[in-house]
């Protein structure tokens, strides 16, 4: 435990408040970048990847993010992880972080070595981030469709809940504050709204992530966020060797017309439908022709809206950029609990 301690204290005294004050105040500003301290040690990131590392999900999403870390902060994030297969690894002992994409562990059944490694690991201070980790209902029938959609369910995986009932059986995963220290431990609000269509820019600022937040799940070791699960991000954070985005993104928006409530109310439907969980705890019902695409939404207001997909340049940019600004957040938030 107290290696860990010796760890995140370090991290604290390496933050130039100056600067993060500075960001938190211009919401639309990017951090100017600063030298990390080559004085101390580097601090290493675990990445968990089951099976075929050649199969892992976006390869270069974890080392891109910790390079813009690292350029971003005085944080010494070695750029390149740890890999282990399994939590039964003692590795996971020797560093404070462990991150998890849902989609790189096949079978999410805990032998009894990993429940009392992640038990212990947890204990003396660890924190296990598990991307994808939330997963709406209507993409658990693939588990590549958690990969490419980000959708604001506020449920871990079922997967993810029953590994952590064999860790901790009278615990349960809860809802992160919109207000938590956590989106706005770096920066702070989304990234200027102004290059997006005019059509979806208040959609993405009011409702799709509100305040440059995103749903997300904790599991809390006393007063500490231990574990953290969220939708997917990694597909938001990969760059390739010449600087450029791996990854296109588009935007799913939700729009309504006049009368168009009555009208899907009443439409014949021969797909599935899914409930998913709201932030308030209530339920949407969602509409899925293709599988893994949802066409509509019934609220629990008793509006219904249709989904229709964006995409630009403009639109991708922009994602990328709130996904690496919230990357940025969760590890400055790590080391500085």
Same mark, same amino acid.
């Given at each position: 435990?107290?290696?860990?301690?010796?760890?995140?204290?370090?991290?604290?005294?390496l933050?130039?408040?100056?600067?993060?004050?500075?960001?938190?105040?211009a919401?639309?500003?990017?951090?100017?970048?600063s030298?990390p301290?080559?004085?101390v040690?580097?601090?290493?990131?675990?990445?968990?990847?089951?099976?075929?590392?050649?199969?892992?999900?976006?390869?270069?999403?974890?080392?891109?993010?910790?390079?813009?870390?690292? =350029?971003?902060?005085?944080?010494?994030?070695? *750029?390149?992880?740890?890999?282990i297969e399994?939590?039964?690894d003692? /590795?996971i $002992? +020797?560093?404070?972080?462990?991150?998890?994409?849902?989609?790189?562990r096949?079978?999410?059944?805990?032998?009894?070595g990993?429940?009392?490694?992640?038990?212990l690991?947890?204990?003396?201070?660890?924190?296990?981030?598990l991307?994808?980790?939330?997963?709406?209902?209507?993409?658990r029938?693939?588990?590549r469709?958690?990969?490419?959609?980000s959708?604001?369910?506020?449920e871990?995986?079922?997967?993810? =809940?029953?590994a952590?009932?064999?860790?901790y *059986?009278?615990?349960?995963?809860?809802p992160?504050s919109?207000s938590? /220290?956590? $989106? +706005?431990?770096?920066?702070?609000?989304?990234?200027?709204?102004t290059?997006?269509p005019?059509a979806?820019r208040?959609?993405?600022?009011?409702?799709k992530?509100?305040?440059?937040?995103?749903?997300?799940?904790?599991?809390?070791?006393?007063?500490r966020?231990?574990?953290?699960?969220?939708?997917i991000m990694?597909?938001?954070?990969g760059?390739?060797?010449?600087g450029?985005?791996?990854?296109?993104?588009?935007?799913?928006?939700?729009?309504?017309?006049?009368?168009?409530s009555?009208?899907?109310?009443?439409?014949?439907?021969?797909g599935?439908?899914?409930?998913?969980?709201?932030?308030?705890?209530?339920?949407?019902?969602?509409y899925?022709e293709?599988?893994?695409?949802?066409?509509?939404?019934?609220?629990?207001?008793?509006?219904?809206?249709v989904?229709?997909y964006?995409?630009?340049q403009?639109?991708?940019?922009?994602?990328?950029a709130f996904?690496?600004r919230?990357?940025?957040?969760?590890?400055?938030?790590?080391?500085?609990q």
């Amino acid at each position: 435990m107290q290696k860990f301690k010796n760890i995140i204290i370090l991290a604290v005294g390496l933050m130039l408040l100056p600067t993060m004050h500075a960001v938190v105040e211009a919401e639309d500003e990017k951090a100017e970048p600063s030298l990390p301290n080559k004085d101390v040690p580097y601090l290493k990131v675990v990445q968990l990847v089951q099976g075929d590392m050649i199969r892992r999900q976006y390869a270069d999403a974890l080392p891109s993010l910790l390079a813009e870390v690292r =350029e971003r902060t005085t944080l010494n994030v070695d *750029p390149f992880p740890i890999y282990i297969e399994s939590f039964e690894d003692e /590795v996971i $002992f +020797k560093h404070p972080v462990i991150y998890v994409n849902f989609a790189d562990r096949a079978d999410w059944t805990l032998t009894s070595g990993e429940v009392k490694n992640l038990r212990l690991f947890i204990e003396r201070g660890g924190f296990l981030f598990l991307d994808a980790g939330i997963n709406a209902s209507f993409l658990r029938g693939n588990v590549r469709h958690g990969q490419m959609h980000s959708f604001a369910d506020w449920e871990v995986s079922p997967e993810v =809940e029953a590994a952590f009932k064999q860790i901790y *059986p009278d615990r349960r995963f809860e809802p992160l504050s919109r207000s938590d /220290v956590f $989106f +706005k431990s770096y920066y702070a609000g989304l990234p200027d709204a102004t290059p997006l269509p005019e059509a979806i820019r208040e959609f993405i600022i009011n409702e799709k992530w509100p305040q440059g937040t995103y749903s997300t799940m904790v599991m809390r070791e006393e007063d500490r966020v231990a574990v953290m699960a969220m939708p997917i991000m990694a597909m938001g954070w990969g760059k390739s060797e010449f600087g450029q985005w791996t990854t296109r993104i588009g935007f799913r928006v939700r729009e309504g017309a006049e009368g168009l409530s009555d009208r899907l109310s009443e439409a014949a439907y021969g797909g599935e439908s899914y409930d998913t969980t709201r932030e308030d705890g209530r339920s949407d019902v969602i509409y899925c022709e293709t599988p893994g695409i949802p066409a509509w939404v019934e609220e629990p207001n008793g509006d219904w809206r249709v989904f229709r997909y964006y995409h630009s340049q403009e639109i991708s940019d922009y994602a990328h950029a709130f996904y690496t600004r919230l990357g940025v957040n969760l590890f400055v938030y790590i080391f500085s609990q």
